[in-house]
């Protein structure tokens, strides 16, 4: 069956810290992929988004993803977070001929004045 | 505001009674689908639509649950005989059309089963 992992389930960084959160698939065919964040209090929101072309995107506050096919891999990163950074985020693939999502269980951030 | 609405927000129901929740998805989006999501986990694929054909359900909905979309626009999703199992945050999202696979998501329906 189709997976998505997040190791990191709890992550605490200081403002200005770089930030990488991991996210692997089990998927060999087409697939594309995404990352969604929520915010305290809010519903999950587009962050960034993979279908196709440069494998490194980019997304809305300073975030940025790689795709690496290789690895299974979609990982998120911003070089500085910042306090309003402190949500959970979450990784979801959509792989071909499906439109549901299979999501991971999600990466709680904190992020320390 | 033009986003996935969903009523109610919060529900808390005894064992046994059956519940019914309403989405609203985005203006001309002609998918819309429900996830479920308990604590710690990521939310969890229930079913989806096409305009108003239902065209895939989960395993996770059993005979109790079931879902429409009667005119295309707005959905339900009922449980029947609620169980303390089927407290979650329920989800709603909707798409657009073709090879839009961008969902919008509601804000959620929290069910608590007591």
């Known amino acids: 069956a189709q997976s998505v992992s997040q190791h990191n389930h709890h992550v605490i960084l200081s403002e200005a810290a770089s930030l990488e959160l991991g996210c692997n698939y089990s998927y060999g065919g087409t697939v594309n992929l995404f990352w969604y964040v929520q915010y305290p209090g809010q519903h999950l929101q587009l962050l960034l988004k993979y279908f196709s072309g440069d494998p490194l995107v980019k997304g809305i506050k300073g975030f940025e993803a790689e795709f690496i096919k290789s690895k299974f891999s979609f990982n998120l990163r911003k070089p500085s977070v910042q306090w309003s950074d402190t949500a959970e985020y979450f990784c979801a693939v959509l792989s071909s001929g499906t439109y549901k999502y299979i999501f991971g269980t999600g990466t709680r951030l904190k992020v320390l004045a | 505001d033009t986003g996935v609405s969903q009523d109610p927000r919060h529900k808390i129901t005894k064992r046994g009674q059956n519940v019914t929740f309403r989405c609203d998805p985005i203006?001309?989006?002609?998918?819309l689908y429900w996830y479920r999501q308990t604590l710690g986990q990521g939310p969890e694929f229930l079913t989806y639509?096409?305009?108003?054909?239902?065209?895939?359900k989960s395993r996770l909905l059993s005979d109790r649950f079931s879902a429409e979309r009667p005119k295309g626009s707005f959905s339900t999703l009922e449980i029947q005989r609620t169980e303390q199992g089927d407290s979650a945050m329920y989800l709603c999202?909707?798409?657009?059309?073709?090879?839009?696979?961008?969902?919008?998501f509601g804000p959620g329906t929290r069910l608590t089963v007591t």
């Open positions: 999202a909707s798409s657009a059309g073709g090879d839009s696979y961008e969902q919008y």
């Open positions: 203006s001309e989006h002609n998918r």
């Open positions: 639509f096409q305009n108003e054909a239902q065209l895939e």
